[in-house]
């Protein structure tokens, strides 16, 4: 049975963690990205209507918690020097509402609309800590409303309530959500760090991600005040917040990493509800290339335009080759296009271009949509040189593909395809699709493939 909450986890939220920013520096933290992309592709594949992001960086109170309650809210990281990365996205209202009647009851929070921002002079927006996890799981195909709240500091056990209390509030509606828990562990763990530098921070590092690991808080509970002072960390809160939503359901954890490449420490966590796991491991995009050709189409599902082909490309992608993108939905094909010769200067740009032309303009179907995308497995074949063969007796359907050619006309069928079982019925389809007439003898093309799923 699907629990109202499809999806609980902690996320870093570095800027440097954008491929816009971060660039070759990207490469230092590998795994932390790799992480939240598969995190992100896990929750997306949980069909979640709302996210709830918490957020030590938007408008934090010393006497409670606080929650937006804007219809929509802009955000960009102008104040890193990138005003031109921006996301303006909608609020689940109903969800913000229910949460503060919830919350009002049991603990201090505060509620800021556009009375509150035109009163101080303090305008709401996507902040930081909200942007980061926001970007990865929009690239990975979230279009739906958000909940943008922020911790308090100096009461983590009232955190841990209010993450009961979110879902909880969830239950009401009937809302499936999921829980985004945004921070960064301590900013002082290398010396010479503008931050400072603790040996401590190390020490807080390995106790969150332990308590993390074992689903665990009283390895926090008492740290000190002056510890937590010293160490010198904005994510504190959220864990106690995480762990509050933890409550309502018995997890497992797909997704663990960390990493601390720049001197702070980077901590990556996904839960699930136990039983639902096996519904969307398969969609957790372990490949590269079922990635890219994900994140291809989401952004021109999003931006109507093709992205641009990631820069510090791993060998197997810089290299040329034809590919065929391949969608299913359920066991029922939804789109397959590709090239048996590469049409363009690397298998990355090879992949982005058959992607997108599998989800939009293959004819058989009408064009993928964004929300549709989440329901969809994707595969990507990168083809091997064709090479001529004299006979059908050197074809074999389940290990080599095969190319028809008779004059202007080509057809091809890849190899391994259920319900082609002999040569016979593999030339035969290869034929009807290029339109060869049967009686005719075509030249005949075996190539092989890597299937990645």
Not at 114 to 136: M, N
Not at 286 to 301: F, G, K, N, P, Q
Not at 365 to 376: G, N, R, T, Y
Not at 430 to 439: H, L, R, V
Request: aromatic letters at 8%; hydrophobic letters at 40%.
């Amino acid at each position: 049975m699907e629990h109202v909450c499809a999806a609980a986890g902690f996320f870093p939220h570095p800027p440097i963690m954008l491929p816009e920013i971060g660039g070759p520096e990207l490469s230092k933290m590998a795994a932390t990205v790799e992480a939240v992309e598969a995190a992100s592709a896990l929750i997306v594949s949980q069909k979640p209507e709302t996210l709830v992001i918490l957020s030590p960086h938007n408008y934090v109170f010393p006497d409670g918690a606080a929650i937006i309650a804007a219809p929509r809210l802009y955000g960009n990281l102008a104040a890193f020097g990138y005003p031109e990365l921006s996301m303006d996205v909608r609020t689940d209202m109903d969800l913000a509402e229910e949460i503060v009647n919830k919350a009002s009851q049991q603990t201090d929070i505060y509620r800021l609309d556009a009375a509150w921002s035109d009163r101080f002079g303090h305008p709401l927006s996507v902040d930081q800590g909200t942007f980061v996890p926001l970007y990865y799981l929009r690239k990975a195909g979230f279009t739906g409303p958000i909940v943008i709240m922020a911790p308090r500091f100096d009461d983590y056990d009232s955190m841990t309530r209010l993450g009961d209390i979110v879902i909880k509030a969830a239950k009401t509606l009937g809302r499936r959500i999921a829980v985004i828990a945004s921070g960064d562990l301590s900013h002082r763990l290398l010396q010479g760090s503008p931050n400072g530098y603790t040996p401590n921070g190390a020490v807080f590092d390995k106790l969150v991600m332990e308590a993390l690991l074992k689903q665990n808080l009283s390895g926090l509970t008492d740290l000190s005040r002056s510890f937590i002072d010293e160490i010198a960390t904005c994510g504190l809160p959220s864990v106690y917040f995480l762990f509050g939503a933890l409550r309502h359901f018995r997890p497992v954890m797909p997704v663990y990493a960390y990493e601390a490449p720049f001197g702070v420490g980077y901590g990556v966590a996904l839960y699930l509800p136990e039983g639902q796991e096996d519904q969307v491991v398969k969609r957790a995009p372990s490949d590269i290339r079922v990635r890219l050709a994900r994140e291809s189409i989401t952004y021109y599902l999003q931006h109507h335009a093709l992205m641009a082909v990631p820069k510090d490309l791993p060998e197997e992608l810089q290299d040329q080759a034809g590919t065929f993108v391949s969608l299913h939905k359920g066991t029922r094909l939804r789109g397959c296009i590709g090239t048996f010769l590469p049409m363009h200067l690397n298998t990355a740009s090879e992949i982005i271009h058959n992607a997108v032309s599998a989800a939009t303009r293959d004819p058989r179907f009408s064009p993928v949509s964004l929300e549709e995308l989440a329901d969809i497995d994707i595969s990507v074949d990168v083809l091997g040189r064709p090479e001529a063969v004299a006979s059908a007796s050197e074809l074999n359907p389940k290990k080599y593909g095969v190319i028809v050619m008779s004059h202007a006309r080509t057809g091809l069928l890849l190899p391994d395809l259920e319900g082609v079982d002999t040569v016979e019925q593999q030339i035969s389809i290869a034929k009807e699709k290029a339109g060869i007439p049967p009686q005719i003898q075509p030249d005949l093309y075996r190539f092989t493939v890597d299937r990645y799923k």
